[in-house]
């Protein structure tokens, strides 16, 4: 992949390694099968408006986007509880694609649709600003070794892309279970000026009901891991009114 010219005003984070997920044989059937139905592809010519999102989900709803969805199971849960809200995840590794594909082909779910591709490109280059309801950043990589903060995607500059992504009174909604990076979470996001803290206190929220516990979280819980969320809402100018649904 290119690097971004350093003429860009969001630089280019590559927060996810090289490594291939392993694929069993019923993420290769779906992913080789289903792909065509319910994947789209990286283009930086046809952006989501509303005019395609329309097209690609047969009716207009509010879009919600999740990055790094892993296997899926938060995803499809979220979505089938929500069928009034679109979603759109974005992961890179084919394993994970083929779970989720699995789990939308099983559960009948229309309105999920999946991009297997970078998501700082996705942002920049496909999404609109002020056109998406809620932004989900479930468990992304901690990167624990100090050379590797870096590559942390929750990242001042990335965050900002986020932000001018959301609609006025839209959600950005970060979960994770390494503490060190949810501190740096909480300070980054409290930094940007587009971005207010739900928490009336400033620091983390209650988990939403909309986000089902994973297996992957209550292992880490066995394991004495505490699970922080982060939301923070876009903040509304004056004359705007916040949207019915987040």
């Known amino acids: 992949?290119?690097?971004?010219?350093?003429?860009?005003?969001?630089?280019?984070?590559?927060?996810?390694?090289?490594?291939?997920g392993h694929f069993t044989s019923g993420q290769r059937h779906a992913y080789e099968t289903l792909r065509d139905r319910w994947c789209i592809a990286y283009d930086a010519a046809q952006p989501f408006d509303a005019q395609r999102n329309a097209a690609l989900f047969g009716r207009a709803a509010p879009l919600v986007v999740e990055i790094g969805f892993?296997?899926?199971?938060?995803?499809?849960?979220?979505?089938?509880?929500?069928?009034?809200?679109d979603f759109l995840g974005i992961e890179v590794y084919p394993a994970g694609v083929g779970a989720l594909l699995m789990r939308i082909d099983a559960q009948r779910l229309a309105n999920v649709r999946i991009v297997q591709h970078d998501a700082v490109e996705i942002f920049r280059e496909m999404l609109a600003p002020d056109s998406l309801a809620r932004v989900q950043v479930f468990f992304p990589d901690p990167w624990p070794k100090k050379r590797h903060h870096k590559r942390r995607l929750i990242q001042p500059p990335f965050v900002a892309l986020l932000a001018s992504r959301l609609q006025p009174g839209g959600l950005l909604h970060c979960a994770t279970d390494w503490e060190p990076y949810a501190g740096q979470m909480l300070d980054v996001l409290s930094q940007e000026s587009l971005l207010?803290?739900?928490?009336?206190?400033?620091?983390?929220?209650?988990?939403?009901?909309?986000?089902?516990?994973?297996?992957?979280?209550?292992?880490g819980r066995r394991l004495g891991h505490e699970v922080r969320d982060l939301l923070f809402r876009r903040r509304l100018s004056p004359t705007e009114r916040a949207p019915t649904t987040p």
Not at 4 to 15: E, G, K, L, M, Y
Not at 70 to 85: L, R, S, V
């Open 70 to 85: 892993g296997m899926g199971d938060a995803t499809a849960q979220i979505a089938a509880a929500e069928p009034q809200h």
């Open 196 to 219: 207010e803290n739900t928490a009336s206190d400033g620091g983390f929220a209650p988990r939403p009901d909309y986000r089902p516990l994973t297996r992957f979280e209550n292992r």
């Open 1 to 20: 992949m290119s690097a971004t010219p350093q003429t860009s005003p969001h630089p280019h984070i590559r927060s996810f390694s090289g490594r291939r």
